[in-house]
């Protein structure tokens, strides 16, 4: 069997247990629907109380829905690996023959399913809900937009996870370290030029941070306050998807390497 | 032709407070069709050479080839041809059946859907498992689960297989059905290979071509089971029942090769290899001076545990 | 049992959730990520904050209602959410739920006891919040302008509450692995949302409101702006002007000490259920 056959077999095997996973039980809907709308009511009922103009609403329900996909990169692509480990899968990942980014991809995959489905339904229900109005008047550029923002978000994601193989509890700490702090920097509920020059292009490291940026000029027009233009938020992003895939491949090596020399892929409570 | 398993002046030191000497100069050759077992105490090595052969771990020095490919340099290689199934292990995903579970895993070698699907069905009945095979994970006993990881080992149908103390913590009707299948399975094709540690006695007696016994990181014999046996030499296995006493003072007795001592209702059963039958007379002495009893002496036929205790100095528990 | 045994409990739990708390590789790496990420969460508001209003001083009242809210909301995710960890760190990860269950010790007690590490945490980076706040924020305080009887009254019976929530929700964590990280997140939402933790609670809905009022939270943090806000107004702001101090304070010890009683209650019958069910010693591994 050729390595591209066993990879992409690998891959789907993993998309089809993430996605299957997580949506077996029921719950899933009251948690995944339900519990993002009330972090979005909060922050609408915040601008409310502070008079600020609707289209900030529209903000809040935009990034709302992208929070989904990052904390679904934090927690089950960034720390997964390390999750693995602790309950003994890892050491049988590693023993397989199928390439490690096969793996990572499928992980990501399914997770991206997952989590368009929460943040679809905070779109929505968001949207009719608070009254949120947004236009959609290029519709094929949002969608490229979305796509290389996913790319690069998860590619992202690769790389966290690699890193993190290596490291014990911290890897749980630093997914909590990124996770308000990026809502913070990357502008989740307002615009990020808000932060000023220097702190906007920082973030804009960060791939979520271009993306929100440029969806909310396609849906939000003037009142979303760009940072840079679209084409080029998008070249940006691409540019990004690549580098973090090949960053990702190279730190994947490179950790796999460091854990069978230190004896660390099959270690846990550390 | 290659062997399937190959290891030269093999060393592996883990670091952290104080060095560790997990295996400490390991020279091994296992054949290609044969069912090899690692004997050793806990804590022995046999987990840290797996895990080495496995592609899991580095040496720290000397050289390890499973199936013509060194470990360091073709992992790769040896990961598409081996498996490797740890007893006691609970990994798998709980929220997936046990059918999903070993089906990710076998895409995961890349093998064929329709392929897979028959293999896992006929793995599942071979070991008793079709009734749980749509019962989710999380909600299936722990020997269930074992065994689920077991057929996941075979389900990539590997040329090599480890299996690092497969049985353990499982009841004996089990045991005994997954040791038959264990010696079909070598058995039922030429070129399939298995390595298996285990620090049960009777497993390694009845199951493999070739034993190991490996002691504080260091290979300390390999024969087969009847050879381990023939070491020990005829006349020297005794069993001794005795009133209670403390005896561990006699395992430094000139001659006493091993010794393991049982307490047995309200008794105590002393298991020892001497270096010959002479030794028996101060065995007793020492007994009946430490105030104890003898209730019952009997000479017996070398086991491969009295063969463990003669090479290692104790026993395995 | 003796209250003394009860106090020896507390004490042994306090110890070991602090050794556990604390027992950190690299102790500032962990205290810089206990305070990043609570201190983060409230930037995003003072941003929020300063692109709607541009800066602090116009309506100090208004920022300080913000700031406070979302400072003291700490202790309700330290609080609750820690607790409500101690059934899963103990049951899964050291899985030694079991034997603390069937030694002679009172779990309620114990897990009192474990949140002592969390409740001190959750102190240190309000702290940390709100020198911040008054250092680079402008945010008005005066030491000698607050109210410190009615401070300390009133974080006395906000920490009942709050220990009160999460043994009720760690109740609920006895029955259910899988969910509890989800349920905890739900209810924080919605003491977030309907408590008036950033906002005044009349800008909700009036159900909403009507459900604000009942939950003891909504008067903690009221009474704390008021105890701690050097000047005028900002009682003005949270929907409770008619009322003054005693009377929430009144409130507040009503409610708290039913919420009390219903938090007991609950997990006395999810300790049953969970000992019919045979959940105390699940591991899920999902």
Redesign the interface.
Same mark, same amino acid.
């Given at each position: 069997m050729s390595d591209w056959a066993l990879n992409l077999r690998a891959g789907m095997a993993r998309a089809y247990a993430r996605t299957v996973g997580a949506t077996r039980e029921p719950s899933w809907v009251v948690f995944d629907v339900l519990l993002p709308l009330l972090g979005v009511a909060a922050y609408i009922y915040y601008y409310r109380a502070l008079g600020a103009s609707p289209a900030f609403e529209g903000f809040v329900v935009l990034g709302g829905a992208m929070t989904a996909f990052w904390l679904n990169v934090l927690w089950g692509m960034a720390a997964q690996l390390y999750w693995e480990r602790e309950v003994g899968n890892l050491q049988l990942f590693m023993v397989a023959p199928m390439s490690r980014m096969a793996l990572l991809a499928g992980m990501a995959l399914g997770g991206l399913f997952t989590s368009a489905v929460r943040a679809l339904s905070t779109l929505v229900l968001g949207t009719l809900i608070f009254q949120v109005h947004m236009s959609v008047e290029d519709p094929l550029a949002l969608a490229a937009v979305f796509s290389l923002t996913m790319l690069a978000v998860y590619g992202m994601g690769m790389v966290l996870s690699s890193l993190f193989l290596m490291y014990g509890r911290d890897a749980w700490n630093i997914s909590n370290l990124m996770q308000e702090p990026v809502y913070l920097v990357s502008g989740f509920y307002f615009p990020v030029r808000e932060l000023g020059l220097g702190v906007s292009a920082l973030a804009t490291l960060i791939p979520v941070t271009l993306g929100l940026d440029a969806m909310r000029q396609l849906l939000f027009g003037a009142a979303s306050q760009g940072l840079l233009p679209v084409w080029l938020e998008a070249s940006m992003l691409a540019v990004q998807a690549a580098a973090f895939f090949l960053l990702a491949r190279f730190s994947l090596d490179r950790m796999e390497q460091r854990g069978r020399r230190e004896g660390r892929l099959t270690l846990r409570w550390q | 032709m290659a062997p399937a398993i190959e290891v030269r002046s093999l060393s592996r030191v883990?670091?952290g407070r104080g060095n560790t000497l997990a295996l400490d100069n390991v020279d091994l050759t296992v054949e290609e069709g044969e069912l090899f077992g690692l004997l050793g105490p806990n804590g022995a090595g046999k987990t840290t050479l797996i895990?080495i052969l496995?592609?899991?771990?580095?040496p720290s020095s000397g050289t390890a080839s499973v199936l013509g490919h060194d470990v360091d340099a073709d992992a790769?290689q040896i990961?598409?041809r081996?498996? &490797?199934v740890?007893g006691g292990?609970?990994?798998?995903? %709980?929220?997936?059946t046990i059918r999903?579970?070993l089906? &990710?895993?076998t895409?995961?070698? %890349?093998?064929p859907g329709k392929v897979a699907r028959e293999r896992i069905d006929s793995l599942l009945e071979a070991f008793g498992l079709q009734d749980k095979a749509d019962a989710?994970l999380?909600t299936v006993s722990t020997g269930q689960r074992q065994k689920m990881n077991i057929i996941?080992g075979f389900a990539t149908d590997p040329e090599l297989i480890f299996l690092d103390e497969p049985t353990l913590g499982l009841d004996v009707s089990t045991s005994i059905a997954i040791r038959n299948y264990l010696r079909e399975w070598v058995r039922e094709r030429s070129g399939r290979t298995m390595l298996l540690t285990t620090h049960y006695m009777r497993e390694a007696e009845e199951l493999c071509d070739r034993v190991a016994i490996i002691d504080r990181g260091r290979i300390v014999a390999v024969d087969t089971p009847a050879g381990l046996k023939r070491r020990v030499g005829s006349g020297s296995s005794f069993l001794i029942e005795t009133t209670p006493f403390d005896p561990e003072p006699m395992r430094s007795l000139p001659g006493m090769r091993g010794m393991t001592a049982r307490p047995a209702d309200g008794h105590m059963n002393i298991r020892m290899v001497l270096d010959d039958e002479s030794v028996i007379a101060d065995v007793i002495s020492s007994i009946v001076s430490s105030g104890a009893r003898v209730i019952g002496l009997s000479k017996n036929e070398p086991t491969l545990e009295d063969a463990f205790m003669h090479l290692v100095g104790r026993g395995l528990e | 049992m003796a209250v003394k045994d009860h106090l020896r409990t507390l004490r042994l739990a306090a110890w070991l959730g602090w050794q556990i708390e604390s027992n950190w590789a690299r102790p500032l790496i962990f205290l810089t990520y206990s305070f990043i990420r609570p201190i983060a969460a409230t930037l995003i508001l003072v941003i929020m904050y300063l692109i709607v209003k541009q800066d602090v001083a116009s309506e100090p009242a208004l920022f300080s209602y913000v700031y406070l809210g979302a400072t003291f909301y700490m202790f309700v995710s330290s609080v609750v959410f820690g607790i409500t960890y101690v059934i899963h760190a103990d049951r899964e990860h050291y899985q030694t739920l079991r034997n603390i269950y069937i030694s002679p010790i009172s779990l309620y007690v114990y897990l009192i006891g474990r949140a002592t590490g969390k409740v001190l945490l959750a102190a240190l980076a309000v702290i940390i919040s709100l020198t911040f706040g008054i250092l680079v924020l402008g945010l008005p305080f005066d030491l000698l302008l607050v109210d410190w009887p009615l401070f300390l009254l009133t974080m006395v019976l906000g920490l009942a509450c709050l220990i009160a929530l999460g043994l009720a929700l760690a109740g609920i964590s006895l029955l259910t692995a899988k969910h509890s990280t989800s349920i905890n997140e739900g209810v924080g939402g919605l003491v977030y949302l309907l408590c008036g933790a950033v906002f005044p609670i009349t800008v909700l809905p009036a159900w909403g409101q009507a459900i604000g009022l009942t939950i003891p939270v909504t008067y903690w943090l009221e009474l704390v702006r008021r105890s701690l806000y050097p000047g005028e107004g900002i009682e003005l702001l949270g929907g409770l002007q008619d009322f003054t101090d005693g009377t929430i304070l009144l409130f507040l010890l009503v409610s708290t000490v039913a919420f009390a009683a219903l938090s007991l209650v609950l997990f006395r019958s999810a300790d049953r259920v969970a000992r019919q069910r045979g959940k105390l010693d699940m591991i899920t591994t999902y």
């Open positions: - | 883990f670091s895990k496995c592609t899991l771990l580095l790769k990961r598409k081996i498996n &490797m740890s292990e609970i990994s798998g995903y %709980g929220l997936l999903e579970n089906w &990710m895993f895409q995961f070698y %890349g093998v989710k999380r996941r | -």
